[in-house]
């Protein structure tokens, strides 16, 4: 048995019969015991001295409400990367690599979310189709690195690139899913927590009809390959601690409920005793099952300091900007933090981690090129993954060279990154998804460790690719100068201290404010959100966002005050187009954004 506080392993994990605790060819499966020893075929826990000296080490401790996070792979960011020296790409030295850090402050973000950096095994199913696993989602050890990131043999370079992160502003936030290991149901293998504790560490279930020594035999599964974890058994409780104060890093987790949706209490307990991290902790909530995730965790059910990936948010945005019907009022819900999921518990606009994709789905190139998953590679038929995307092609599936298809998914991707950093929230941005890239379809690449995952960094020096990183830059950098994107408060239309203006309020393409009718309205896919609020200087800035998904081309009639001159500060059909002034109206293309500001002295 692996020691599930091991800091180092040596040794590789070979596939054998001999790994699984029962007679794997056995009639009655895992009711048999398998006396053969595994020894030869398992990795061995290394005492080792992980001091290292943080003294210099400044944490950044962004704010929530100026956080700008990007997920990434530690493989995948920089294993393509020409700029960084062949001997390092795809390891944890080249995450501290001058060229990736300046990319990182080229588009403003704040935080880098690495998915999972410890250890976790190959599965076998997959060895046997020649695949490999490559988000690492099947993990073998909490507390050890993954070794096949190292570039050296020493941790310090996992260390050091954190240092140096740090010194450049960034924070660095570890994906750790405590619901499944790979151990996975009772027909898995017995490699650590199962042959320790397996009560302890894994919930199960009664058998029906009970066998006299074995009640509660099988595992409840969350996933599948997987088996869930035990939040409430006497081993897990404090491994989930304890690991917690090694990582000193925020969580990201679905350890928080069980697929019954009870017994919480004793889980946040957990979570509320763990040091904090340098900021408040993470966690992975999904409101709705979503591709091959549970329908676990409802939003209202974690306690305040937590914020949440919100798939709500995602679908929402997709769906308004393919051209779905009725859509304007949830999209208006989406935009101002979720309130009706987030507003709770003195919880704040942040706790939705607002996002357009994540590793687990589409890119966001791929969610304006292909309408079918194609998941061929992974060996399935083509039958994993989810089937429902909320995507268009806007005329082909897949590529084309046809200019004005191009176009059109090129204004689209623009004016859903528009309304991502426009939104009340804390942003994620895929990595990537920055310069366009795609996998080919492929909505499930967990299993692709090869350029279909990988980071296609010649994008970033062609020309659409450099525009579209220059583009989310620019709207990076137009939230951190305009608080009113990011408010830290939910916003309920209250008075500012201009006459006639509210905090927020809501309009349409007539210059005209929504009635209940107009947000019943089931074909209406045009919306402007006008924010509000006062500056130091006693003025009332003001921030309108004008967003336009109909199949044709818009004017927007400005709202009162009509004698102001606005400025247009970005907008998604002109991506080059600097500051603008204009006064009483502004018009759209099809599937167009834009953001203008204007300020207007206090009553």
């Known amino acids: 048995m692996l020691d599930p506080y091991a800091k180092q392993m040596i040794g590789e994990l070979r596939w054998t019969d001999a790994m699984y605790g029962y007679q794997v060819k056995s009639p009655r499966a895992d009711l048999s015991f398998d006396k053969r020893d595994s020894a030869l075929t398992m990795p061995k826990g290394v005492v080792t001295d992980s001091h290292f000296d943080w003294s210099r080490d400044v944490r950044p401790n962004t704010p929530w409400s100026e956080t700008v996070i990007y997920e990434a792979h530690t493989k995948g960011l920089t294993k393509l990367f020409e700029e960084v020296q062949p001997s390092e790409r795809g390891t944890f030295a080249a995450l501290g690599n001058p060229k990736v850090i300046d990319h990182l402050k080229r588009l403003g973000v704040t935080a880098i979310e690495l998915l999972p950096i410890h250890t976790y095994i190959q599965d076998r199913f997959l060895q046997e189709k020649g695949l490999r696993n490559y988000w690492g989602y099947n993990t073998l050890n909490f507390f050890t690195p993954e070794r096949s990131f190292f570039a050296t043999d020493s941790h310090d370079e996992l260390r050091r690139s954190i240092r140096r992160l740090h010194a450049a502003g960034i924070e660095v936030i570890l994906d750790v899913v405590y619901n499944h290991t790979c151990e996975g149901s009772e027909q898995g293998p017995t490699l650590s927590w199962r042959g320790l504790d397996n009560a302890s560490y894994y919930r199960l279930v009664k058998d029906d009809p009970p066998l006299l020594d074995q009640r509660h035999r099988h595992r409840q599964h969350a996933e599948p390959h997987k088996g869930p974890r035990n939040p409430d058994g006497r081993g897990l409780a404090p491994l989930l601690g304890d690991q917690l104060r090694h990582r000193r890093l925020p969580l990201r987790s679905r350890l928080d409920t069980g697929p019954d949706g009870h017994r919480l209490r004793s889980r946040r307990r957990v979570l509320r005793r763990a040091p904090p991290g340098p900021r408040a902790r993470q966690a992975e909530a999904h409101h709705r099952a979503v591709g091959h995730r549970p329908r676990w965790l409802s939003a209202r059910q974690l306690p305040p300091g937590f914020a949440e990936w919100n798939d709500k948010y995602r679908d929402t945005v997709r769906k308004f900007w393919r051209g779905d019907h009725a859509q304007r009022a949830d999209l208006a819900a989406r935009l101002?933090?979720?309130?009706?999921?987030?507003?709770?518990?003195?919880?704040?606009?942040?706790?939705?981690?607002?996002?357009?994709?994540?590793?687990?789905?589409?890119?966001?190139?791929?969610?304006?090129?292909?309408?079918?998953?194609?998941?061929?590679?992974?060996?399935?038929?083509?039958?994993?993954?989810?089937?429902?995307?909320?995507?268009?092609?806007?005329?082909?599936?897949?590529?084309?060279?046809?200019?004005?298809?191009?176009?059109?998914?090129?204004?689209?991707?623009?004016?859903?990154?528009?309304?991502?950093?426009?939104?009340?929230?804390?942003?994620?941005?895929?990595?990537?998804?920055?310069?366009?890239?795609?996998?080919?379809?492929?909505?499930?690449?967990?299993?692709?460790?090869?350029?279909?995952?990988?980071?296609?960094?010649?994008?970033?020096?062609?020309?659409?690719?450099?525009?579209?990183?220059?583009?989310?830059?620019?709207?990076?950098?137009?939230?951190?100068?305009?608080?009113?994107?990011?408010?830290?408060?939910?916003?309920?239309?209250?008075?500012?201290?201009?006459?006639?203006?509210?905090?927020?309020?809501?309009?349409?393409?007539?210059?005209?404010?929504?009635?209940?009718?107009?947000?019943?309205?089931?074909?209406?896919?045009?919306?402007?959100?006008?924010?509000?609020?006062?500056?130091?200087?006693?003025?009332?800035?003001?921030?309108?966002?004008?967003?336009?998904?109909?199949?044709?081309?818009?004017?927007?009639?400005?709202?009162?005050?009509?004698?102001?001159?606005?400025?247009?500060?970005?907008?998604?059909?002109?991506?080059?187009?600097?500051?603008?002034?204009?006064?009483?109206?502004?018009?759209?293309?099809?599937?167009?954004?834009?953001l203008l500001s204007w300020t207007i002295a206090a009553a």
């Open 336 to 594: 101002t933090g979720s309130a009706d999921l987030f507003d709770r518990r003195a919880r704040r606009p942040w706790a939705s981690v607002n996002l357009l994709g994540a590793h687990d789905g589409y890119t966001l190139a791929d969610t304006v090129a292909y309408e079918e998953r194609h998941n061929e590679a992974n060996g399935e038929d083509n039958n994993d993954g989810h089937s429902n995307n909320c995507s268009r092609n806007w005329g082909v599936e897949g590529p084309t060279e046809d200019p004005a298809i191009l176009e059109t998914r090129s204004r689209v991707m623009r004016s859903m990154l528009t309304t991502l950093f426009a939104s009340l929230g804390t942003p994620m941005l895929v990595a990537g998804d920055e310069l366009g890239r795609t996998q080919n379809g492929n909505n499930n690449a967990y299993c692709q460790d090869n350029e279909i995952s990988w980071l296609d960094w010649n994008k970033a020096k062609s020309p659409e690719g450099n525009a579209l990183i220059d583009f989310t830059a620019r709207l990076i950098a137009l939230r951190r100068d305009y608080p009113m994107l990011r408010a830290g408060n939910f916003l309920y239309g209250e008075d500012t201290p201009a006459e006639g203006l509210k905090d927020i309020e809501w309009w349409d393409e007539r210059g005209l404010q929504l009635t209940s009718e107009d947000w019943e309205n089931t074909n209406g896919r045009a919306l402007v959100m006008r924010r509000a609020c006062e500056r130091e200087s006693g003025e009332v800035q003001v921030v309108s966002l004008l967003l336009n998904a109909s199949e044709g081309p818009l004017t927007f009639h400005m709202p009162p005050p009509a004698e102001v001159e606005r400025t247009v500060l970005i907008d998604s059909s002109k991506p080059e187009q600097g500051a603008t002034l204009i006064k009483d109206s502004y018009e759209l293309p099809q599937q167009g954004a834009a």
